[in-house]
């Protein structure tokens, strides 16, 4: 009996260590006891489509790099959720069509297919990611995402020119001493005047991001950043040559220049009724990132700030965030958030009590 | 009362119903009427916008009044009643904009330029793209000397061209036979002929009805797909004797030895494309009422070049067709109201019908009726005219003729010793006959048989000032004519122009480049007699050479003789043409 509660005490701590260890170190951090209800706008009749000719994270993805909880919390709410068939015009029925941290660029006639939706009051949604990973014998490479979404080229040249929106290569980190670099943290950093940022009340998960170039003049559109890093970050553009030489600094007129750099931005373009919404993380609603969960595939978000965020970002882009609200109450991530096991000991049978002389007699007998 | 009640019941319904037909009657009226899916409905206005800018993409414009420049085709749109300008393709193009004319960019064809075009089209707008083949080297002065770069292959346009219209842009060029390095070094010496296409369509409609083929200067080629999910497609013209080269590398990038071209024009299997290419077409997406069409060439539509004309009458009327009856299918306005064929020239559709011959110019004659036994043999009355090219004559007999009708012509004879000839016309073809000699087949003569028979003959085969014909007509090869004119027709020259010379179809050409007039002549060398004198522009099509390709021997509608290479600029090598100087040859 005492051993068996000595195990299930020793797993339930190794659970735990497994949980906060896992978050990135001297960044994000477990949040507790959150059991207040979150609010979220109902997505009935709203049709998404997700794109994956470019290697997209796909909302059919239950690994870590997948948006499946996204995706599936999406459909709770009723949205319809579709992967995108770039062969023909993006459907009608389309009310958001989201990129989500492609791998390979978007081609050119998928931006103007993209153009011509957007010029038509569509609203899109893009995350981009600034580290590819990639395992090649076993061994996990990485590099920059240089292959997709380039700063000057492509579709991010008609963001820019249309929305005022685009992503610099470059990955937002701060130093931590002795040369190293820190590219995941936590930010509070957010711009609540933006209908997306309302009701998002904890600090923002982010995962290697991108710093993004917004042009909040005036102009024909509206774009506003949404979420900035601290102040202390800046963005690095070498940041493949860091992980080789684990050592790099920052250097003027490559780098991003330190201060509070936009890692999410919204943009509205006033003539056409065209949203976009452009994230620097595309881990923000991964499975194993933003959309962390513990246990694992439960709905104990680690990081419900990155779940409101999201759901109010999709929300905002379909024009649903004065639209009924349907809420939930999440589990408090941990290990508690599962209901544990209450091991009852079975009762060992007690020996009978046997008369040792009449056991002997019937020895003898 | 109840009965007024009650026939007021019965009549309100009734009234309604009467007030519901009339609106839609009402309704379907302006249903009815000729609506525009363009953009500028709310505008009675047509506005055409040509694009125009030396960056991003340095096209030709209409600006330009010069030999490339699109002044003249600005003019046929504002000829149809439609408001032309021009812009920049910097930012979105207007809602209100009908049609938008993109022409020979230079440079790149990014993906704003791609996105903003394609924009455009899904929001109903019609396009006309004319794209040279990438690589060609143009020295004019308004590029400043410049190879053409616009990658349109690589843009966005193709794919998404190919998927919504069934049109697949290639970066090609398509070479004739005999073409070199040397023959695509400038734009002068890449004209050809494409063929209109068999496949109907209201723009080149005329052209397949008088067999008019277009003429290019370089082309690149598209794929047409029949069968399109949302659209339409229909392939222009077409050239089937060449191949599509794949390789820019073929043309010089500058005038100096330096520059010149780093890979021969030949054919390379694999790479290169063969069989019928299409060199323009047009698309409709059904969708979104948008309308495409993209030239493989953007020449045809240039000032001096495709609508190059002589006061009202155009060098190439088969290209000037074309572009009007194209900028009236991109404005969309109903058929009726398209320009007619130009006049001056010899609108006659050879299918036997006597119905489109001019009517005052061409003389008569007659012939006694009852002198054949057979009634569809029996000629009685033939009509004929000559343009400057060629001569047309219309026969009628008693009944309408046979299918195997067969014509025979005496010829003049071409010296006191030649051979009697005659030409001989028939379903099969038409062929000159020389006594003692094979036939040799005319290829530019042409007839066609219906309730009456038409011919076609080039000037060339008579040879004389005045020329006179005595047709016969017979029931098939080898057969006694059933019929002849007593007496000869003389037929009448007319000011009226041939609308192309068919001799040149399928066949290497060179053009005559000089001041006044030069002379052909019967044999390659300056002590040969005189066949004829001809004139700048005049363009042949050339048969072969001599030995060293110093002279060349030519036809077109009105003489077949040798001239001096030297005085031709040819649209291919002339050293990779058959000596035909020498004996047995």
């Known amino acids: ?365 | 009362m109840k009965r007024v009640v009650s026939t007021l019941r019965r009549k309100v319904p009734a009234l309604a119903l009467a007030s519901l037909a009339v609106a839609a009657l009402f309704a379907f009226g302006l249903v009815g009427l000729p609506a525009r899916t363009g953009h500028a409905q709310e505008d009675d206005a047509l506005h055409v916008i040509f694009i125009q800018g030396r960056r991003p993409l340095e096209t030709t414009g209409i600006s330009n009044v010069g030999p490339e420049g699109l002044s003249k085709l600005a003019d046929i749109f504002r000829s149809m009643g439609a408001e032309v300008s021009y812009q920049n393709i910097t930012t979105r193009l207007s809602d209100d904009t009908d049609v938008v004319v993109l022409a020979r960019p230079m440079r790149t064809m990014g993906t704003i330029e791609s996105a903003y075009l394609w924009d455009y089209l899904e929001r109903g707008g019609n396009l006309l793209l004319a794209l040279d083949p990438e690589g060609i080297y143009l020295r004019s002065p308004s590029v400043r000397g410049a190879n053409i770069r616009s990658r349109i292959g690589r843009s966005a346009l193709p794919e998404l061209f190919d998927a919504d219209y069934g049109i697949r842009l290639y970066d090609t060029f398509v070479a004739e036979p005999y073409v070199s390095n040397a023959s695509v070094e400038t734009i002068n010496t890449m004209y050809s002929i494409a063929h209109a296409d068999a496949v109907s369509n209201p723009i080149t409609a005329p052209l397949q009805q008088y067999n008019l083929p277009v003429w290019v200067w370089g082309a690149r080629h598209m794929r047409v797909e029949p069968f399109v999910i949302g659209g339409q497609a229909h392939p222009l013209f077409y050239s089937d004797r060449g191949f599509g080269e794949t390789s820019p590398d073929i043309f010089p990038s500058g005038i100096t030895a330096a520059d010149a071209a780093t890979v021969p024009v030949e054919l390379n299997l694999g790479e290169d494309f063969t069989g019928r290419l299409n060199v323009g077409a047009i698309g409709t997406d059904l969708r979104t009422g948008a309308r495409l069409a993209i030239l493989g060439d953007s020449e045809i539509i240039q000032n001096g070049f495709g609508l190059v004309s002589s006061g009202a009458t155009p060098r190439y009327p088969a290209n000037r067709i074309f572009v009007e009856r194209l900028a009236a299918w991109l404005l969309e306005l109903p058929e009726e109201e398209w320009p007619n064929l130009p006049a001056g020239f010899s609108w006659v559709m050879l299918d036997g019908d006597a119905s489109d011959w001019p009517g005052r110019g061409p003389l008569s004659a007659t012939d006694p009726a009852g002198d054949s036994a057979q009634p569809a043999y029996d000629l009685q009355v033939m009509r004929g005219y000559a343009d400057n090219r060629y001569v047309y004559l219309l026969l009628q007999s008693a009944e309408a003729p046979e299918e195997d009708v067969q014509v025979s012509i005496p010829l003049p004879a071409e010296g006191s010793n030649a051979p009697a000839a005659r030409v001989v016309a028939s379903r099969a073809g038409i062929v000159v006959e020389r006594e003692g000699t094979t036939s040799e087949l005319v290829r530019d003569a042409a007839m066609g048989i219906g309730s009456g028979i038409e011919l076609r003959l080039p000037q060339r085969l008579f040879n004389v000032e005045t020329i006179r014909v005595a047709p016969c007509v017979g029931s098939g090869p080898g057969q006694e004519p059933l019929d002849c004119f007593d007496q000869a027709l003389t037929v009448p020259n007319t000011p009226m122009l041939a609308p192309f010379d068919w001799a040149l179809i399928d066949q290497p050409l060179a053009t005559v480049y000089t001041n006044g007039g030069v002379y052909i002549r019967t044999a390659p060398g300056t002590n040969a007699s005189i066949a004829g004198t001809v004139y700048n522009g005049t363009t042949f099509a050339v048969l072969g050479r001599n030995a060293d390709a110093s002279w060349v021997e030519v036809q077109n509608g009105n003489f077949r003789g040798w001239m001096a290479a030297f005085l031709l600029t040819p649209n291919h090598d002339l050293t990779l043409l058959p000596d035909v100087s020498a004996p047995g040859n």
């Open chain 1, 1 to 365: 009996m005492r051993r068996t509660l000595v195990i299930l005490t020793i797993q339930t701590l190794v659970i735990v260590a497994a949980v906060v260890l896992s978050i990135p170190a001297g960044s994000a951090t477990l949040a507790q006891d959150d059991t207040s209800p979150s609010t979220f706008a109902r997505l009935d009749g709203v049709t998404i489509y997700f794109t994956e000719e470019s290697r997209e994270a796909t909302p059919f993805d239950r690994s870590p790099q997948g948006l499946s909880r996204f995706a599936g919390l999406l459909s709770a709410l009723g949205a319809d959720i579709k992967s995108l068939d770039w062969r023909a015009d993006i459907p009608e029925d389309a009310d958001l069509v989201v990129i989500a941290a492609p791998t390979r660029d978007i081609e050119d006639y998928q931006s103007a297919r993209l153009w011509a939706y957007l010029n038509n009051g569509g609203a899109l949604l893009i995350m981009a990611d600034p580290i590819l990973y990639s395992e090649e014998d076993g061994v996990t490479i990485t590099e920059m995402n240089s292959r997709a979404l380039r700063r000057d080229r492509g579709l991010f040249l008609l963001t820019w020119a249309g929305y005022g929106l685009r992503a610099r290569e470059d990955v937002v980190v701060t130093e931590v001493g002795d040369g190293q670099l820190d590219r995941d943290l936590m930010t509070g950093e957010l711009n609540t005047n933006h209908p997306i940022l309302q009701g998002v009340t904890g600090p923002l998960a982010i995962f290697s991001a991108r710093s993004l170039e917004v042009d909040a003049s005036i102009q024909a559109y509206d774009a506003q950043p949404l979420v900035y890093s601290g102040a202390e970050y800046y963005g690095e553009t070498l940041y493949v040559d860091y992980l080789q030489l684990n050592t790099e600094d920052f250097t003027p007129g490559t780098d991003t220049a330190r201060g509070r750099l936009p890692l999410a931005a919204a943009s509205e373009n006033s003539m056409t009724g065209a949203r976009i919404v452009l994230i620097g993380d595309g881990g923000i609603a991964m499975n194993g990132e933003g959309f962390r969960s513990a246990p694992s595939n439960s709905a104990g978000f680690v990081f419900p700030a990155n779940v409101q965020f999201m759901m109010n970002t999709i929300a905002w882009l379909v024009g649903a965030d004065s639209a009924e609200t349907e809420t939930f109450v999440f589990p408090t991530p941990g290990p508690t958030a599962t209901a544990t096991p209450i091991v009852v000991a079975t009762p060992t049978p007690e020996p009978t009590p046997i008369d040792e002389a009449e056991s002997a007699d019937e020895a003898s007998g």
